[in-house]
């Protein structure tokens, strides 16, 4: 099999049409199809179902598409890995965290790093969920909880806390709670029960409640920062995690309340492969990241 019609078969699979892996690869519509054709000649099997919306894999085009996307994978891990500099880190780290954590704590931070190591570019992509570091969707992730994976490598990074916060304006409205049960009486901002960026986020509705019934929300919003946002307006009051916490009080825009709660805590890890132990890249951003978690406090 040849391996540029390979990269093109790749393209075609991950984008789902000729035209718009034609754009990914600088390649005309047509010269993307004759290579797919090309290619299911010399296989002898169809590798697309060809309809009008675009194009679905075929059994065998999954198959192919597999193994393709694994060789290219390590292909770039180990284009990483020779590429970089010997004597100092150098070339791209893609890393990924939370939206709430990459927006809030880390972008600001990277400037930081970028200026320490002017050799290294970044890649920053911001998900509530997972990406799949074997299959270098990502070189490195902050993730709020410990790797399911056995293969990849994993260092303890920070505990998270949590508090709860309500701007000054809601607290001269609605008064201020004083012990959890205090919180029936007064509107909550919860996160949306859609793909949490952490476990037990929505704490708050629960605490000094019967199991099972839980406080209903005045807004639910699926966005950390939509939730500061809304906090800082006076719509209600919400657990934050304490990176944000300690922003808004800081800049006097929120309070925090009843802090004698035990609220649930989030691990948070430093993920990579195991091929990327080595990587100078890894470790110095790594090292970065734990010097500025423990300025924190």
Known sequence: ?????LRVFHAVAE????????????????????????????LQVPLFH????????????????????EVFAKLAMTEALLTESKEKPAGRLKVTTTVGFGATW??????QFLDQYPDVTMS?????????????EADVAIRMHAPKQPDLVQRHLMTMEWHVCASPDYLRKHGTPATPEDLDSHRL????????????????AEIGRRPGNPRR??????????????????????ALPDYMAAEEEGAQRSVRLLTELKAPK?????????????????????????ARLAQRG
């Open 106 to 111: 880390l972008a600001p931070r990277v400037q």
């Open 266 to 290: 989030v691990d948070v890890y430093f993920v990579y492969p195991e091929e990327l132990r080595t990587s100078k890249r890894v470790a110095v951003f790594r090292d970065f990241l734990l």
């Open 50 to 69: 060809r309809h009008a919306r675009g194009l679905i894999l075929t059994e065998q085009g999954e198959s192919l598409n597999r193994t393709v996307r």
């Open 217 to 238: 929300a005045l807004l639910e919003v699926n966005s950390l920062q939509a939730m500061v946002m809304a906090v800082r307006s006076g719509i209600g009051l919400a």
């Open 1 to 5: 099999m040849d391996w540029d019609k």
């Open 189 to 204: 901002i919860l996160f949306g029960d859609y793909r949490a960026p952490v476990p037990d986020i929505n704490w708050l």
């Open 124 to 136: 920053l992509i911001l998900d509530d969920a997972d990406l799949d570091l074997a299959m270098r």
């Open 15 to 42: 984008a789902g049409s000729f035209t718009h892996a034609g754009d990914t690869l600088n390649l005309s519509q047509s010269a993307v199809s004759r290579q797919i054709s090309a290619l299911e000649e010399a």
